[in-house]
Structures are given as C-alpha cells and as structure tokens.
C-alpha cells in the first residue's frame, strides 16, 4: 500500500471572522517559541548608519535581503550619504542597483527620498513614522524597519511577505492586507517587542517556514501551528 500524500489541514479559522481571544491564544503559545528559536535576532539588511538602512530598505522591495548586502556596498562607496546621492545620475545609479529589480523606480524613489532629506531635514532620515512616510518609496514597512533598526523606535511592525505568510499560517491574523495585519500583530504583542517579533517571523519563513515547502517536520511551532501539514502515514511492513 502507498503512504498516503501530504495534506495541508485547512487552517480552523474563517477570513475576517478569528476572534481576538483565538489569536491571542496562539500568539500567547508561539511567542516563546519563536523568542527560544530566534533570541537576538537581526536586520537581515548590511547597514551602519540610518541612511544606509533607509536605502537598503528601499531596495529589498521584491528583492532577497543577500542580494540587496551584495550591492550595496559599491553603493554607498560611490554614493555615501544623503548630499552625494542626491546629486547622482540616475543611469549611473540605476546600473548600481539593477539586480535588485525594479531599478528605474527604485532609482526614482533613491533620489527622491535622499533629495527631500538634504532639502528639508538638513541631510539626516527623519526618525518619525509620520515624516518617513512623505519620502518617496517609503511606505509603513520600510518606515517601521529604519525606526526600528535604525533608531530603536518601535513604531509599528514590518509586515513582509515572510510576516503576511506567517500570520495567516499560525493563526495570529485571518487579514490578507498588510496594513491590517501590522494592527493585528500590534494588539497582540507588547511594544518593545514589535521590531523583534517582525524579525523572528521572517526568519522563520526563510529558515522553516518556506512559501512552498514549509518543513513542518523540523518545526518546534508544528504541535502549536493550525496549518502544519498532516505527517506522511507509513504503513506497518
Ligand atoms: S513550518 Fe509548518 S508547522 Fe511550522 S509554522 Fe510553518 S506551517 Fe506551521
């Protein structure tokens, strides 16, 4: 006889309808884990100064975070701080950045953000939610990273596609939008915790938790996880 295939269990939860009871439940079971599995974690983005995350950031937009380390060294050699790099020329620029993808905007948003900061705030990143998001290319998970890598400032959570994928997998969010599940993580855990949790949940998904090939075998989370896949039935020889 055959061993059976795999099956995902359907997570017990309804789009929209997971009480807040349910998820803080799960949260309340999992945080420790991650907090044993993940216990310092780190940016996966090379930086050393607020600037250099600002940027990096910008570029990991449907990019890896190595091959973003991978470019921006030559980068920010030849650009190394706000004044320089609202000065380049945008070809230049763009053949920098190129495998990180999506370079024209990526150029157009680099220079627009670092332009702003020279013009308007004296050549140093803004260290508020409500300023970095006037940048150009600085949506909420960008600022959250910078204010909380950069400046220690947790002031919301990075929800990435590891975190959208996370969240719905352990039953911490039923919301597809990342907006929605940043508030859905904000209700659960404390404030110190915020950059944290949004670090120890992608590396979870890039360790653990893939997109395609979750390996719920290994998973310290899998007794605990709503969507762990049902293990293989191998028969008695
Ligand atoms: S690897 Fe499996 S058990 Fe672990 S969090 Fe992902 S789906 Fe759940």
Not at 41 to 57: M, S, W
Not at 125 to 150: E, F, H, I
Not at 161 to 170: D, G, I, P, Q, Y
Request: glycine share 6%; net charge positive; charged share 20%.
């Amino acid at each position: 006889m055959a061993a059976k295939q795999p099956a995902r269990k359907p997570v017990p939860f309804e789009p929209g309808g997971l009480p807040d009871a349910a998820a803080r439940h799960q949260f309340e079971v999992i945080d420790p884990l991650l907090k044993k599995l993940y216990p310092a974690p780190r940016c996966g983005l090379d930086f050393e100064n607020p600037f250099q995350l600002l940027i990096a950031t910008i570029l990991s937009a449907q990019c890896t975070d190595v091959r973003v380390n991978m470019i921006t060294p030559a980068l920010f050699a030849r650009f190394p701080d706000p004044a320089a790099m609202a000065e380049a020329d945008p070809p230049e620029l763009e053949k920098l950045i190129y495998t990180a993808g999506f370079y024209h905007n990526k150029a157009k948003s680099i220079l627009g953000a670092s332009k702003m900061i020279v013009q308007q705030y004296g050549g140093e990143v803004p260290n508020t939610m409500a300023v970095l998001l006037k940048l150009p290319g600085v949506a909420r998970k960008t600022a959250s990273v910078v204010l909380g890598n950069a400046f220690g400032i947790n002031e919301g959570i990075a929800v990435d596609t590891h975190v959208t994928r996370l969240s719905a997998r352990l039953g911490l969010s039923t919301n597809t939008d990342p907006v929605k599940i940043e508030r859905d993580l904000m209700a659960l855990a404390p404030r110190e915790d915020w950059t944290n949790l949004s670090h120890r949940l992608i590396w979870h998904g890039r360790l653990i938790c893939e997109a395609k090939r979750p390996r719920c075998e290994k998973c310290l989370l899998a007794p605990h996880c709503p969507s762990r896949i049902t293990p293989l039935v191998i028969p008695a020889p």
